[in-house]
């Protein structure tokens, strides 16, 4: 079975996350994940035509999906179908990982000793949480915070105030101050009355030699994990939500901000104060202007710009117009 270091897990059979349905044959959930990593005996979940060529080619042995949907999953998959989605997907992950809803404060947080990290330089205040792993020559910034089973490569740089929970940090990589790393992402269903909490169960990873500035915040996964790839800048305020991937050698400017499971490519510049909404794809060597609103797939190699942002001559051109 898989396992997630960050949550722990209860084991619960198909009949019993839901009693209400037949299925061919009852086994114990090994996990949740997304359509394209689910394995056997994982179930996943479906709620979007965007993702129906992942979909059928799941290897999943049990699908949340919708009766739209439902006709593009792998015919010996086990369906459940319902009318939301993902509400459902929250109740189970709220059953199956019971503590992913909330960020619990951590109570194993102490003042690390040196004979545990002999080689990684402290300020003063800093907290560690148990089975936290930090590699050699790597400095803590003051008042800083480090929650259970974090992992921080070699040759880092956390700056002073910056907290970090549920994610893996890699070698040679410089966190500036008051950041905000591994927190739960900004999910909920309405409902009346009370929102319901999405669990959050990913984590965050961090490639070798990235660079966060100054008051970056960036939020775990919900099901799938946020990724920062290697050698990518982000300026001062960037945020980037749950389930994000940005690519390697990306240039992030300050106050960009990352609606959810967008995925960004390699050799990307976004300008500051640029919006890129949830779900969409942007390509390689892609550059996006300032202040800009990316509210639709960029292909490869493009440059646009605006809001809605336009290839850079359509978005010249349009501006040319409305001053005539």
């Given at each position: 079975m898989s396992k997630n270091i960050f949550f722990k897990k209860r084991n619960?059979?198909?009949?019993?996350?839901?009693?209400?349905?037949?299925f061919k044959k009852n086994f114990q959930i090994n996990d949740i994940k997304p359509l394209h990593k689910a394995n056997k005996n994982d179930l996943t979940f479906f709620d979007s035509l965007n993702y129906k060529d992942i979909a059928s080619k799941t290897r999943a042995s049990i699908c949340i999906s919708n009766k739209n949907l439902e006709k593009f999953l792998p015919r010996n998959i086990e369906k459940v179908i319902v009318a939301n989605v993902l509400y459902e997907l929250g109740r189970v992950l709220?059953?199956?990982?019971?503590?992913?809803?909330?960020?619990?404060?951590?109570?194993?947080?102490?003042?690390?000793?040196?004979?545990?990290?002999?080689?990684?330089?402290?300020?003063n205040n800093v907290l560690v949480g148990k089975n936290v792993k930090i590699g050699k020559n790597s400095q803590i910034g003051s008042n800083s915070i480090i929650e259970q089973n974090?992992?921080?490569?070699?040759?880092c740089i956390i700056g002073y105030g910056t907290i970090l929970r549920k994610c893996i940090v890699g070698d040679d990589v410089v966190i500036q101050d008051n950041c905000k790393i591994g927190q739960k992402g900004f999910g909920f269903i309405p409902l009346k009355g009370k929102n319901f909490k999405f669990p959050h169960i990913g984590?965050?990873?961090?490639?070798?030699?990235?660079?966060?500035?100054?008051?970056?915040?960036?939020?775990?996964?919900?099901?799938?994990?946020?990724?920062?790839?290697?050698?990518?800048?982000l300026d001062n305020q960037v945020h980037i939500a749950h389930n994000?991937?940005?690519?390697?050698?990306?240039?992030?400017?300050?106050?960009?901000g990352f609606a959810g499971s967008s995925k960004i490519g390699n050799n990307v510049s976004i300008g500051g104060q640029a919006g890129i909404s949830g779900h969409l794809r942007v390509g390689d060597n892609v550059k996006i202007g300032?202040?800009?609103?990316?509210?639709?797939?960029?292909?490869?190699?493009?440059?646009?710009?605006?809001?809605?942002?336009?290839?850079l001559k359509m978005f010249l051109k349009k501006n040319k117009n409305e001053r005539n």
């Open positions: 619960i059979n198909l009949n019993k996350l839901f009693p209400k349905s037949s709220k059953m199956i990982y019971p503590f992913s809803d909330i960020d619990y404060n951590d109570n194993s947080l102490k003042i690390p000793q040196k004979k545990s990290f002999k080689d990684v330089s402290f300020g974090v992992k921080i490569g070699k040759n984590k965050v990873i961090i490639k070798n030699n990235v660079e966060v500035a100054s008051g970056c915040t960036i939020d775990r996964g919900s099901v799938d994990d946020t990724i920062i790839g290697e050698n990518t800048y994000v991937e940005i690519g390697s050698n990306c240039m992030i400017a300050g106050q960009v300032g202040g800009s609103g990316v509210v639709k797939n960029v292909e490869n190699n493009q440059v646009v710009m605006g809001y809605p942002a336009l290839p």
